[in-house]
């Protein structure tokens, strides 16, 4: 079955040879001007991936991201953009994006990075196969399956990468996770820019737990984490 690729660019000759290579390559796209009917889109194309331009007419690319995360907490989504300062690669990994391409690129890298964010997102779906239905961590009940983790104030509906890195945590409780590993683990490998991403997530994470006694993610310099539940 051919993989399903939403993509939203507003530069039409862009957006063409993207689309055509892509479909060569024997992906499905659905390409679209603008994200006014994101909603739609999701639901009647029922998307694997979604490539995203951030600099958009109506709704920025970082805007829909956040949309997606509403719709779909776990779908990929890769920013293609021009805009490679430090804050807006946090802003883009804080809005739900789990990939980065500056322009230009080049189409082969672009396939590379669509292909590894796929398998990322099937060995996530197998590793959090592995945890039990319920993690209880105190006060505190993570549901991996569901995306869920119940608070004393509440449900958090978690992102897939969220559940991803709670997940490994979890499994070692009281034990140092190492820092290169885990980026392995969820992104498949270590840069820079999946480095950043993930101390957005754990910076996410510490605040589900925040106030709460007996629960530290504690972070050892040069190492790691330290998920400490006591």
């Not at 958009?56 to 990929?76: E, S, V, Y």
């Not at 034990?175 to 754990?202: C, K, P």
Request: aromatic share 10%; hydrophobic share 40%.
């Amino acid at each position: 079955m051919k993989k399903k690729v939403l993509y939203i660019e507003d530069e039409s000759y862009l957006a063409r040879i993207v689309k055509d290579t892509l479909e060569l390559k024997g992906y499905e796209v659905l390409h679209k001007k603008d994200g006014i009917h994101l909603a739609d889109a999701i639901s009647s194309f029922s998307p694997d991936i979604c490539l995203l331009d951030v600099m958009l007419p109506h709704i920025d690319g970082f805007t829909l991201a956040n949309h997606i995360r509403n719709i779909n907490t776990n779908l990929p989504i890769i920013f293609l953009t021009a805009r490679t300062q430090t804050d807006d690669l946090v802003k883009g990994f804080s809005s739900g994006g789990t990939d980065y391409l500056k322009k230009p690129f080049s189409m082969e890298e672009l396939i590379v990075r669509i292909d590894n964010q796929l398998k990322i997102m099937n060995r996530d779906a197998s590793a959090l196969q592995s945890l039990p239905d319920e993690v209880v961590l105190k006060q505190f009940r993570f549901y991996p399956g569901r995306f869920e983790l119940h608070t004393p104030s509440g449900i958090v509906k978690l992102s897939n990468r969220e559940s991803q890195i709670l997940g490994m945590l979890c499994a070692h409780t009281n034990n140092t996770v190492d820092r290169r590993a885990l980026l392995n683990m969820v992104w498949g490998d270590d840069s820079f820019f999946n480095s950043r991403n993930l101390d957005v997530y754990i910076r996410k994470l510490r605040g589900y737990f925040s106030g709460a006694e007996g629960i530290e993610i504690v972070t050892l310099k040069g190492k790691g984490y330290h998920f400490v539940v006591s």
